[in-house]
């Protein structure tokens, strides 16, 4: 047995593992590198935005913008929604407060400007410096989550496939040289498919328990329920005669439109959408479509808005919590000094 004086044996380090830790750059250089990233990333973002915004006309968006007050009323309730819920649900998985609801609304910056999942790759990358979890752990939470979502979503498209096919409205998305009834049963069959597939494979699928994974689908149900509910409601403020059978069309046609995976830059879809089906409303053309691009300029300004107010405070607080560490001394015996 070894007395205490005996020199404990350290672990071998592999010659790779020991050039990797040669290359890292130092904690200071890093963190400053990893602030230019952000910078970088924030500034990227703006002026993607700006661009779209001026791709769609600065002139013609603000003549098109609706006058009835409540359509942005409905807006701006419905915008908070997605990051309220997804709040409520990470904090049912994980020990996070409220000041973590900003994360969640870069989170829908990223993944609705940008392609789907990149919202839950910079999610994952914040977890893992802020959840006492494992990496697998966090990363198993996070695709369970979103599995959730998906199911909630296609069971939804189920729902709404009779709504475009008794409203009359199949042409409307029918692909060139294709039957009108192709791509409503494409979507219905792969959303049959993956339910099919994630109730079958579930035990090894998901890592969640049934009572998680029971709030979690309950609360992404009611997120898209009230984010509709709150859509018709815009869009009835801005275009009162249309009757709600028509909206309820268009919800449809967006669900089966948000099926897609890697979406790139949904808004602008969302727009380029309603265009298309401005003809089947029964209101003027240009008001429709008018409306639409009103809807959508004002959700990617939105966007820039939210993730530049995001960002300002996330670099204002981390500057204070600098300061502050700056400023207390450590004691003369080495010892830090008490909080």
């Not at 013609?60 to 309220?84: D, E, G, K």
């Not at 599995?147 to 498209?157: H, I």
């Not at 049963?185 to 579930?202: K, Q, S």
């Not at 035990?203 to 009230?226: E, P, Q, Y």
Request: glycine residues 6%; aromatic residues 10%.
């Amino acid at each position: 047995m070894p007395s205490e004086s005996d020199p404990v044996p350290q672990a071998e380090t592999s010659p790779l593992l020991a050039r990797l830790k040669a290359l890292a750059p130092e904690p200071r250089i890093a963190k400053i590198i990893l602030n230019i990233v952000r910078i970088v990333i924030a500034v990227a973002v703006v002026a993607f935005m700006y661009v779209r915004l001026s791709e769609i006309g600065w002139d013609a968006t603000l003549a098109a913008l609706p006058r009835a007050p409540m359509f942005y009323v409905f807006f701006a309730v419905a915008y908070w929604i997605l990051p309220f819920a997804e709040m409520l649900i990470y904090r049912a998985l994980w020990p996070i407060r409220w000041r973590s609801l900003p994360v969640f609304i870069r989170k829908r910056v990223y993944n609705e400007l940008m392609f789907d999942y990149s919202g839950e790759a910079y999610l994952y990358l914040w977890a893992k410096d802020a959840v006492p979890h494992s990496t697998r752990g966090i990363l198993s939470t996070i695709k369970d989550v979103n599995l959730l979502s998906g199911l909630a979503s296609n069971s939804l498209t189920l729902l709404m496939l009779p709504v475009v096919i008794l409203g009359g409205h199949v042409t409307l998305l029918q692909a060139p040289g294709d039957h009108p009834l192709v791509p409503l049963l494409l979507c219905a069959v792969l959303a049959l498919a993956l339910m099919t597939m994630l109730y079958v494979f579930r035990k090894r699928i998901f890592a969640l328990s049934r009572r998680d994974a029971a709030v979690v689908g309950g609360l992404h149900v009611t997120r898209l329920l009230t984010i509709f509910a709150l859509q018709v409601a815009q869009w009835s403020a801005a275009l009162p005669q249309v009757p709600f059978g028509e909206w309820l069309m268009f919800l449809a046609a967006q669900l089966l439109l948000t099926r897609i995976p890697f979406l790139p830059n949904r808004d602008v879809m969302m727009m380029w959408l309603g265009v298309a089906l401005a003809k089947a409303i029964a209101a003027p053309a240009p008001q429709v479509a008018s409306m639409f691009l009103a809807a959508g300029a004002l959700s990617l300004a939105t966007h820039a808005f939210m993730y530049g107010v995001v960002t300002a405070v996330g670099l204002a607080t981390r500057k204070g919590q600098t300061a502050g560490q700056s400023e207390c001394p450590p004691s003369q015996s080495g010892t830090p000094l008490p909080h």
